[in-house]
């Protein structure tokens, strides 16, 4: 393999330091430094200074014009400790090679690469499924994109590429071959395998003939046996057409060898091609070669006019794109990037496809009215309507597993009690927003995000309790308004613009206080309620004001929903109650996703990730659980400061317990907590603990008194006694982490 790349060579004493590069070097050469060196190849990323780019910018002007300057050949050799070509200021800059543990890397550098790559990044789809034209495709490794081709491609055509050409029904094309930048024609040419086609615009109307051999590695001099060209050495292709090796000027070395025909037209290209790749005795094409002028490889690199290659380019894909999308399911149209198929849709004016039917994946559905509405928009259109749609339609698939549920709510208290729910707000981290649908539904998503309390509080609070009139009454402290609801109506009327109880009336919906969404029928929802066996009262109060950015909203509604759930006995789980939210917001079309509630209903700080689907049920992954294993595995030693001691229990080994400022226990945990105890017992009514030696914190409640020690417990009832303590029924028990920091501190 590295006899083809450009080769990083560091000595073995200081393998962080280029010493030199070598541009595909021989196997003999790299096996003469194989003892003292270590080889990385070219395969990676180019961090270039500025000082790098400006003097990268001056080699490539000579006498005031743009030249040819290789990256590799003439300024990768400058480079290391001891370069292989001199140049005074290049020489002078230092580079560092890096490693990248885990990564992995496509090559495309050479025609086998760019089609191997292609096909691993191609299998990187687990579920084959997703790749809707696989069974279009005759053969996977077969690629092409940009074109028209009229050739009926098989099986028998494996690892070919062709992009941006039209390859007529008058080729044939066998296996092993690239096709690119071929205008439209009317050849009859033969590719054989193992023969690439590539045709490169030059000036204003001409082209350069440029075909290669799919494993040629463009090096060495014309005149050598190794040095070979499509398949064959240089002499051998140059036999058989009747010309001779030293017809071709700079024959030192095949990339610099001026071997590619500039052609006037189309017809000439053809005909000279034919010449030089299937039809060595084709006369007309030997006579186009011998007079045109000729480039090299280099001189293409160079001079070739990428403003028409890019026109041609164009040209193909206003074609293509209609096709694609008429084409839907055996074309990959609704796996691309619908935002950039919009633009070009709307800046080549071209017509919407045909209206997909109702048999369509809800999904390509979806992304189909999102795409029409993206071109409208930029066409200046009216767009709405496509837009509402593609929202309709997310909302109905995102509703639908609410109505397959439906629920038979029962009440799950006795008449005097009442059901409290409380929830904190959340901080987004990292990956907000790609919860959202219909990103989400497309691409899964990933969030990284904390609960918090303010002021030491969940700031968000709901109580249900039961009522003896059968009629729903909503309250909302923090708004200071008040709801009675007593018809089916008055609960569907979640939607009105500017209710202060639309959550609560869209949890009742979801709960089943609604025809459609119960597994009951009822006449009225008095009726219901009276089955019920009661009316009820929910309160709101939400500490915290709307906009703030903390997911209130939906956290709240996570929380009317999991109140509702208790009161109603529905059993619905945190991940249940979640996700109901999600279809909640869809109820209410605020359109929302799943960060905000699972960030606020789950603890701690938190990884949150989906897999694509309407089914957004994330997977969580606290970061205890993985702070932990990385430090054992990693063997680091990790510093954490925190007040939330349930997560810091079952996370470190050693504890430092401060007290304004001085350390009051520096020790492991599990030597800490083997050692304190809580110890409780009884004193006369008017005895008053003020202060044990040994003893923290003492507290008395009426005649109880609880404390903490290290003492034993033998230890500690002879403490006791030798105080003079009055005490009786003396217990002892083991703690938890924060049992043993409250008792030890005095502090909550």
Same mark, same amino acid.
């Given at each position: 393999?590295?006899?083809?790349?450009?080769?990083?060579?560091?000595?073995?004493?200081?393998?962080? !330091?280029?010493?030199?590069?070598?541009?595909?070097?021989? $196997?003999?050469?790299?096996?003469?430094?194989?003892?003292?060196?270590?080889?990385? @190849?070219?395969?990676?990323?180019?961090?270039?200074? %500025?000082?790098?780019?400006?003097?990268? /910018?001056?080699?490539?002007?000579?006498?005031?014009?743009?030249?040819?300057?290789?990256?590799?050949?003439?300024?990768?050799?400058?480079?290391?400790?001891?370069?292989? @070509?001199?140049?005074?200021?290049?020489?002078?800059?230092?580079?560092?090679?890096?490693?990248?543990?885990?990564?992995?890397?496509?090559?495309?550098?050479?025609?086998?690469?760019?089609?191997?790559?292609?096909?691993?990044?191609?299998?990187?789809?687990?579920?084959?499924?997703?790749?809707?034209? !696989?069974?279009?495709?005759?053969?996977?490794?077969?690629? /092409?994109?940009?074109?028209?081709?009229?050739?009926?491609?098989?099986?028998?055509?494996?690892?070919?590429?062709?992009?941006?050409?039209?390859?007529?029904? =008058?080729?044939?094309?066998?296996?092993?071959?690239?096709?690119?930048?071929?205008?439209?024609?009317?050849?009859?040419?033969?590719?054989?395998?193992? $023969?690439?086609?590539?045709?490169?615009?030059?000036?204003?109307?001409?082209?350069?003939?440029?075909?290669?051999?799919?494993?040629?590695?463009?090096?060495?001099?014309?005149?050598?046996?190794?040095?070979?060209?499509?398949?064959?050495?240089?002499?051998?292709?140059?036999?058989?057409?009747?010309?001779?090796?030293?017809?071709?000027?700079?024959?030192?070395?095949?990339?610099?060898?001026?071997?590619?025909?500039?052609?006037?037209?189309?017809?000439?290209?053809?005909? /000279?091609?034919?010449?030089?790749?299937?039809?060595?005795?084709?006369?007309?094409?030997?006579?186009?070669?011998?007079?045109?002028?000729?480039?090299?490889?280099?001189?293409?690199?160079?001079?070739?006019?990428?403003?028409?290659?890019?026109?041609?380019?164009?040209?193909?894909?206003? !074609?293509?794109?209609?096709?694609?999308?008429?084409?839907?399911?055996?074309?990959?149209?609704?796996?691309?990037?619908?935002?950039?198929?919009?633009?070009?849709?709307?800046?080549?004016?071209?017509?919407?496809?045909?209206?997909?039917?109702?048999?369509?994946?809800?999904?390509?559905?979806?992304?189909?009215?999102?795409?029409?509405?993206?071109?409208?928009?930029?066409?200046?259109?009216?767009?709405?309507?496509?837009?509402?749609?593609?929202?309709?339609?997310?909302?109905?698939?995102?509703?639908?597993?609410?109505?397959?549920?439906?629920?038979?709510?029962?009440?799950?208290?006795?008449?005097?009690?009442?059901?409290?729910?409380?929830?904190?707000?959340?901080?987004? #981290?990292?990956? =907000?927003?790609?919860?959202?649908?219909?990103?989400?539904?497309?691409?899964?998503?990933?969030?990284?995000?904390?609960?918090?309390?303010?002021?030491?509080?969940?700031?968000?609070?709901?109580?249900?309790?039961?009522?003896?009139?059968?009629?729903?009454?909503?309250?909302?402290?923090?708004?200071?308004?008040?709801?009675? $609801?007593?018809?089916?109506?008055?609960?569907? %009327?979640?939607?009105?613009?500017?209710?202060?109880?639309?959550?609560?009336?869209?949890?009742?919906?979801?709960?089943?206080?609604?025809?459609?969404?119960?597994?009951?029928?009822?006449?009225?929802?008095?009726?219901?309620?009276?089955?019920?066996?009661?009316?009820?009262?929910?309160?709101?109060?939400?500490?915290?004001?709307?906009?703030?950015?903390?997911?209130?909203?939906?956290? #709240?509604?996570?929380?009317?929903?999991?109140?509702?759930?208790?009161?109603?006995?529905?059993?619905?789980?945190?991940?249940?109650?979640?996700?109901?939210?999600?279809?909640?917001?869809?109820? #209410?079309?605020?359109?929302?996703?799943?960060?905000?509630?699972?960030?606020?209903?789950?603890?701690?700080?938190?990884?949150?990730?989906?897999?694509?689907? @309407?089914?957004?049920?994330?997977?969580?992954?606290?970061?205890?659980?993985?702070?932990?294993?990385?430090?054992?595995?990693?063997?680091?030693?990790?510093?954490?400061?925190?007040?939330?001691?349930?997560?810091?229990?079952?996370?470190?080994?050693?504890?430092?317990?401060?007290?304004? =400022?001085?350390? @009051?226990?520096?020790?492991? $945990? !599990?030597?800490? #907590?083997?050692?304190?105890?809580?110890?409780?017992?009884?004193?006369?009514?008017?005895?008053?603990?003020?202060?044990?030696?040994?003893?923290?914190?003492?507290?008395?409640?009426?005649?109880?008194?609880?404390?903490?020690?290290?003492?034993?417990?033998?230890?500690?009832?002879?403490?006791?006694?030798?105080?003079?303590?009055?005490?009786?029924?003396?217990?002892?028990?083991?703690?938890?982490?924060?049992?043993?920091?409250? =008792?030890?501190?005095?502090?909550?």
């Amino acid at each position: 393999m590295a006899k083809n790349h450009g080769v990083f060579v560091s000595s073995r004493a200081t393998p962080d !330091k280029l010493d030199f590069m070598l541009q595909k070097p021989s $196997v003999e050469e790299l096996g003469k430094l194989m003892q003292t060196h270590l080889f990385l @190849m070219d395969i990676g990323i180019w961090l270039l200074s %500025d000082r790098a780019v400006s003097l990268l /910018v001056k080699r490539s002007y000579k006498e005031g014009k743009l030249s040819y300057y290789d990256m590799y050949s003439d300024f990768g050799l400058t480079l290391g400790e001891h370069p292989r @070509m001199m140049d005074d200021e290049l020489n002078k800059l230092s580079v560092a090679i890096l490693p990248l543990p885990g990564g992995e890397f496509y090559h495309y550098g050479t025609s086998r690469e760019l089609i191997s790559s292609t096909l691993a990044v191609q299998n990187l789809v687990n579920d084959q499924r997703e790749i809707m034209h !696989k069974k279009v495709k005759p053969h996977p490794a077969m690629f /092409v994109q940009n074109a028209e081709v009229g050739y009926q491609l098989t099986s028998q055509n494996s690892e070919i590429w062709i992009e941006n050409s039209y390859v007529g029904a =008058g080729w044939n094309i066998h296996h092993q071959t690239i096709i690119t930048g071929v205008p439209a024609n009317n050849w009859n040419l033969e590719v054989p395998s193992g $023969v690439c086609i590539d045709v490169v615009p030059f000036g204003e109307s001409g082209y350069v003939a440029r075909p290669y051999g799919f494993n040629d590695t463009f090096k060495g001099a014309l005149a050598k046996e190794e040095t070979y060209y499509q398949g064959m050495s240089v002499g051998e292709w140059c036999a058989v057409r009747g010309i001779s090796v030293e017809e071709i000027e700079n024959g030192h070395d095949l990339q610099a060898a001026r071997l590619f025909p500039v052609c006037s037209s189309v017809e000439e290209l053809g005909a /000279v091609m034919r010449w030089m790749v299937s039809e060595p005795a084709l006369q007309q094409g030997k006579e186009i070669w011998q007079r045109c002028r000729k480039l090299s490889a280099d001189d293409i690199s160079a001079y070739s006019n990428l403003y028409r290659l890019a026109e041609q380019r164009e040209a193909f894909r206003i !074609k293509n794109w209609p096709a694609l999308a008429h084409n839907y399911e055996r074309s990959v149209f609704y796996q691309l990037n619908l935002e950039n198929a919009a633009g070009e849709f709307a800046r080549y004016d071209l017509s919407l496809p045909e209206p997909l039917s109702e048999s369509a994946p809800l999904m390509t559905r979806i992304s189909d009215n999102m795409f029409r509405a993206r071109v409208q928009q930029l066409k200046g259109l009216a767009y709405r309507e496509y837009e509402n749609e593609a929202f309709r339609l997310m909302r109905d698939g995102l509703t639908a597993s609410a109505l397959a549920k439906r629920q038979q709510p029962h009440l799950s208290v006795y008449s005097d009690q009442i059901v409290w729910g409380r929830s904190p707000v959340r901080i987004d #981290l990292a990956g =907000g927003w790609t919860d959202t649908p219909p990103y989400c539904l497309n691409e899964g998503g990933s969030v990284v995000n904390i609960a918090i309390e303010l002021n030491g509080q969940p700031p968000l609070q709901v109580y249900v309790k039961p009522c003896r009139e059968y009629k729903i009454i909503l309250r909302s402290i923090d708004l200071g308004a008040m709801e009675v $609801v007593t018809t089916y109506g008055e609960v569907r %009327d979640f939607m009105q613009v500017g209710s202060p109880f639309s959550i609560p009336k869209a949890a009742l919906v979801l709960a089943g206080f609604q025809p459609g969404f119960s597994t009951e029928s009822y006449v009225s929802l008095e009726e219901q309620l009276k089955a019920f066996g009661s009316g009820m009262e929910i309160t709101l109060l939400s500490a915290i004001p709307a906009g703030s950015g903390l997911g209130t909203s939906s956290i #709240l509604a996570s929380t009317v929903l999991g109140a509702i759930s208790d009161f109603c006995g529905l059993n619905w789980d945190k991940n249940e109650i979640c996700n109901r939210t999600l279809i909640l917001e869809q109820l #209410l079309t605020t359109g929302g996703g799943w960060q905000d509630q699972y960030g606020g209903v789950l603890r701690g700080v938190k990884l949150l990730q989906t897999h694509a689907g @309407m089914d957004q049920s994330p997977l969580v992954r606290w970061l205890p659980d993985y702070l932990r294993e990385y430090a054992r595995a990693e063997q680091k030693t990790v510093f954490l400061t925190s007040h939330i001691i349930q997560d810091m229990e079952r996370l470190i080994d050693d504890c430092i317990i401060m007290d304004y =400022g001085h350390i @009051m226990i520096q020790q492991p $945990v !599990k030597e800490l #907590l083997g050692s304190v105890k809580r110890y409780e017992f009884t004193v006369p009514d008017r005895y008053e603990p003020n202060g044990y030696s040994g003893f923290y914190y003492p507290s008395k409640i009426r005649n109880h008194v609880e404390t903490f020690s290290f003492f034993s417990e033998k230890e500690a009832e002879e403490k006791l006694k030798s105080l003079g303590v009055p005490f009786s029924g003396l217990k002892a028990e083991s703690v938890n982490l924060e049992d043993a920091f409250i =008792g030890l501190t005095g502090k909550y």
